[in-house]
């Protein structure tokens, strides 16, 4: 049986597009609403951008992929770039000022302030049609944890978070979207595994592994509700995400 359909949770089978149709397409249509979204990868592998064109694209009407909703960002890296929502957003053919006024951002510094903006967000959902939550990245907050209190703490503070994450996605059918970096490991068929690996991996609905070779963004799905594994590749450029001649 679905997960979500044990915990009992509703959600509607809508997708915010990424801007590209051949990841649109391996996801099953796009990051799907009510559910929670890892993407973990290298420095540079484009995590971030896609955060970037899916704050534009949840503003777009559902007929271009979008949720007609807003987004509510958290920078804990200070990556977040308002020049790259507006040309995303003129590319997509939507006003650039309207796109910056419904993204929420929120820089914080600390796991501290990070626990303080995620109680925000069940209000920020309910009043102002947040339907995107993006954590960029989740990496700062549980190598805090580790650091203060190690394993354990680690350990706590991903299910702490993801079982708050998984709660909103299921009952307001919001889309979340949470960015990890990731750290070199031996004995590990890739070489690496993400901050907080197998206690995030366990408790999220899809997983995405992103590699850059030669401008390419390669994209495994490594697991998804009701699709899935298979890759896809994409591009990214002035305008955002979109699909490779290849
Ligand atoms: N305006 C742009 N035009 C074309 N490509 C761009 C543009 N802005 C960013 N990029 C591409 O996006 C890449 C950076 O990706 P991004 O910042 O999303 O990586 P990341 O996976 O978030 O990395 P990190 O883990 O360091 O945060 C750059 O290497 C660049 O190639
Ligand atoms: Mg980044």
């Given at each position: 049986m679905d997960e979500r359909a044990r915990e009992g949770g509703i959600y509607t089978l809508s997708y915010i597009s990424t801007g590209s149709k051949r990841l649109n397409r391996l996801l099953g249509g796009g990051i799907p609403a009510g559910t929670v979204t890892e993407i973990y990868g290298p420095s540079g592998s484009g995590k971030t951008q896609l955060c970037h064109q899916l704050a534009v694209n949840v503003q777009l009407p559902r007929?271009?992929?979008?949720?007609?909703?807003?987004?509510?960002?958290?920078?804990?890296?200070?990556?977040?770039?308002?020049?790259?929502?507006?040309?995303?957003?003129?590319?997509?053919?939507?006003?650039?000022?309207?796109?910056?006024?419904?993204?929420?951002v929120a820089r914080v510094f600390t796991g501290q302030e990070f626990e303080a903006v995620v109680k925000l967000l069940p209000g920020l959902i309910e009043d102002?049609?947040?339907?995107?939550?993006?954590?960029?990245?989740?990496?700062?907050?549980?190598?805090?944890?580790?650091?203060?209190?190690?394993?354990?703490?680690?350990?706590?503070?991903?299910?702490?978070?993801?079982?708050?994450?998984?709660?909103?996605?299921r009952y307001s059918n919001v889309v979340v979207v949470l960015t990890n970096r990731v750290?070199?490991?031996?004995?590990?068929?890739?070489?690496?595994?993400?901050?907080?690996?197998?206690?995030?991996?366990?408790?999220?609905?899809?997983?995405?592994?992103?590699?850059?070779?030669?401008?390419?963004?390669?994209?495994?799905?490594?697991?998804?509700?009701?699709t899935g594994p298979g890759e896809a590749t994409f591009i990214i450029a002035e305008g955002g995400i979109s699909d490779a001649e290849l």
């Open positions: 007929s271009e992929g979008g949720l007609e909703g807003k987004a509510a960002y958290i920078d804990t890296e200070g990556k977040f770039r308002p020049d790259r929502i507006i040309s995303i957003a003129s590319a997509a053919g939507y006003r650039p000022e309207r796109a910056l006024e419904n993204i929420f102002k049609d947040v339907k995107l939550v993006l954590v960029d990245s989740f990496s700062p907050i549980l190598r805090e944890a580790m650091e203060s209190g190690g394993h354990i703490a680690k350990y706590m503070t991903s299910i702490k978070y993801l079982a708050v994450f998984r709660r909103l996605a750290v070199g490991k031996m004995g590990e068929p890739l070489g690496f595994e993400s901050v907080g690996g197998r206690w995030v991996k366990r408790l999220v609905d899809l997983r995405l592994r992103f590699e850059r070779a030669d401008g390419l963004i390669s994209a495994w799905l490594e697991f998804a509700p009701h």
